[in-house]
């Protein structure tokens, strides 16, 4: 599974056109020839959403951490609560991304490593350099007929004036939405967007609707920032090699 991702991100790349750093124009986002703003580009969250959503202190190995969750706290049903402190409280070995595998929707956008975004009239593309994951989004396309259980969802986009909206359905139940054990259901809906706020940033937002889990829908917000250093490029976190090499230390 990890070559035939990283085989297929690599076509990706080379059947889209090229994109390095987007140019400023006069403090305004850049836009592509059809008018759309030009997401293109290399992004990177600056928060601690990763460890936890919500607000957190700061243990070792993590750092402290202000909510990204609007009204502050995870709106769980009762009987969801359980889970959440057992995952807690094996997070150190239950936690998806402790075993490398994909984190799902929207804990990708969130990891502590940057994601390129590569865009058409037609699709836009995220080559996340956690383990290879990418994800085409077709644009005005339906979501194909389900259910199906898939680690990073199905992703459908449309643009609401020069929001890109993303409508991710489809997931399994095995991610969860950060390093802490706040989680989720198979039955997660997840509605991203991405608005334009400066000429290097765009302001992340993504709804999360799961009536198994939570008892209303609820919002995070972000800020991503665009890499601008030079010969900025998504390198490799090669996770399932890394634990490898850690377990032949071990012997």
Avoid at 46 to 64: C, F, I, K, R, Y
Avoid at 171 to 189: I, K, M, P, V
Avoid at 236 to 248: G, H, I, P, Q, S
Wanted: glycine share 6%.
């Amino acid at each position: 599974m990890h070559k035939t991702l990283t085989l297929a991100a690599a076509a990706l790349a080379l059947a889209l056109p090229l994109c390095g750093p987007a140019q400023e124009t006069d403090g305004e986002f850049p836009r592509m020839p059809d008018g759309r703003p030009d997401l293109r580009g290399i992004w990177q969250t600056m928060n601690s959403a990763v460890w936890d959503l919500e607000d957190h202190t700061a243990q070792l190995g993590s750092p402290a951490g202000q909510s990204v969750v609007e009204d502050g706290d995870i709106p769980y049903l009762p009987t969801a609560l359980a889970q959440r402190q057992r995952n807690y409280e094996n997070r150190l070995t239950a936690d998806p991304e402790a075993n490398c595998y994909m984190v799902g929707v929207p804990r990708i956008t969130y990891m502590p490593y940057p994601f390129q975004i590569m865009q058409t009239p037609e699709q836009v593309t995220f080559l996340y350099e956690y383990i290879h994951v990418f994800r085409n989004v077709r644009i005005d396309s339906d979501h194909i007929p389900g259910p199906i259980q898939w680690w990073m969802g199905d992703s459908r986009g449309h643009w609401e004036g020069d929001t890109f909206v993303v409508d991710v359905v489809h997931f399994t139940d095995q991610t969860w939405l950060d390093r802490s054990g706040n989680y989720h259901s198979s039955e997660l809906h997840v509605v991203e967007r991405y608005t334009p706020i400066g000429p290097n940033h765009v302001q992340y937002e993504a709804t999360l609707e799961d009536p198994q889990v939570f008892s209303r829908p609820w919002t995070i917000n972000m800020p991503l920032y665009r890499r601008l250093e030079p010969g900025t490029q998504i390198l490799e976190y090669e996770c399932y090699a890394y634990t490898e090499e850690r377990k032949d230390a071990g012997n």
